[in-house]
């Protein structure tokens, strides 16, 4: 079994696009979102694309999917003033979500485990300190953890776990430009998918997201901005 760890989405459509055909030219199985998957530029269209992809993609809740439904929910119940205090990406997909995408979010578990052949048995968490407390399931034995890091990628090892780290795919934290995810199966593949970077930059500039260029810059062209 092959598993494409696609964490902090965080709705760049276009590398979500690149990464997916990706993973679907590695022979993944199966695709896991790590969590913050809708809190960005096009969130509608990310959401359509993952939900359609069915039982080959599954997914578990970040902090900036449960704050989209939450702030969502306010937004329908006419409680504009409380949605002030939500981070302007949040606010913004909130606005553009349908109610079955919002439901969608709200419905994910906070952890999925798989048992693999080779890695034994896997553990996936959006991060391992998700408001200052531990996941609620923490394996005891050696178990393999996939978990996000402040969207870095690499991995390390602690209190006897193996701890994955894939990167993020929409808001990367890295030296290049790219989509940063991870391949597990006979062992753990650390991966950075290019795509066309200008032809995505102006795409999230066209959505109309407050300060879209500012975020263009820097998670889709940063290195390439800078050269």
Same mark, same amino acid.
């Given at each position: 079994? #092959?598993?494409?760890?696609?964490?902090?989405?965080?709705?760049?459509?276009?590398?979500?696009?690149a990464t997916l055909q990706a993973a679907r030219k590695s022979g993944a199985?199966?695709?896991?979102?790590?969590?913050?998957?809708?809190?960005?530029?096009?969130?509608?269209?990310?959401?359509?694309?993952?939900?359609?992809?069915?039982?080959?993609?599954?997914?578990?809740?970040?902090?900036?999917? #449960?704050?989209?439904?939450?702030?969502?929910? %306010?937004?329908?119940?006419? #409680?504009?003033?409380?949605?002030?205090?939500?981070?302007?990406?949040? %606010?913004?997909?909130?606005? %553009?979500?349908?109610?079955?995408?919002?439901?969608?979010?709200?419905?994910?578990?906070?952890?999925? %485990?798989?048992?693999?052949?080779?890695l034994g048995e896997v553990y996936f968490y959006h991060s391992l300190s998700?408001?200052?407390?531990?996941?609620?399931?923490?394996?005891?034995?050696?178990?393999?953890?996939?978990?996000?890091?402040?969207?870095?990628?690499?991995?390390?090892? @602690?209190?006897?776990? @193996?701890?994955?780290?894939?990167?993020?795919?929409?808001?990367?934290?890295?030296?290049?430009?790219?989509?940063?995810?991870?391949?597990?199966?006979?062992?753990?593949?650390?991966?950075?998918?290019?795509?066309?970077?200008?032809?995505?930059? #102006?795409?999230?500039?066209?959505?109309?997201?407050?300060?879209?260029?500012?975020?263009?810059?820097?998670?889709?062209?940063?290195?390439?901005?800078?050269?």
């Amino acid at each position: 079994m #092959r598993i494409a760890a696609l964490y902090d989405i965080h709705a760049n459509l276009p590398a979500l696009e690149a990464t997916l055909q990706a993973a679907r030219k590695s022979g993944a199985d199966k695709v896991v979102l790590g969590g913050d998957i809708a809190a960005g530029p096009l969130p509608a269209d990310a959401l359509d694309i993952l939900i359609a992809l069915g039982d080959w993609v599954v997914a578990i809740q970040g902090p900036a999917d #449960r704050a989209v439904v939450d702030c969502y929910d %306010r937004l329908m119940a006419g #409680r504009l003033d409380e949605t002030k205090a939500f981070d302007p990406l949040v %606010r913004w997909a909130a606005g %553009r979500i349908s109610r079955h995408q919002r439901d969608y979010l709200h419905a994910l578990p906070a952890d999925i %485990r798989f048992l693999m052949q080779d890695l034994g048995e896997v553990y996936f968490y959006h991060s391992l300190s998700d408001g200052g407390e531990p996941p609620a399931r923490l394996p005891r034995g050696d178990e393999v953890i996939v978990a996000g890091s402040g969207h870095s990628q690499g991995e390390e090892y @602690r209190d006897s776990h @193996r701890l994955v780290h894939p990167g993020s795919v929409g808001m990367p934290d890295g030296d290049l430009p790219g989509a940063y995810w991870a391949l597990l199966g006979e062992h753990v593949e650390f991966l950075r998918t290019e795509y066309d970077y200008g032809h995505a930059a #102006r795409r999230i500039v066209r959505c109309g997201m407050p300060d879209a260029k500012a975020w263009a810059d820097r998670y889709v062209l940063g290195a390439a901005a800078r050269s």
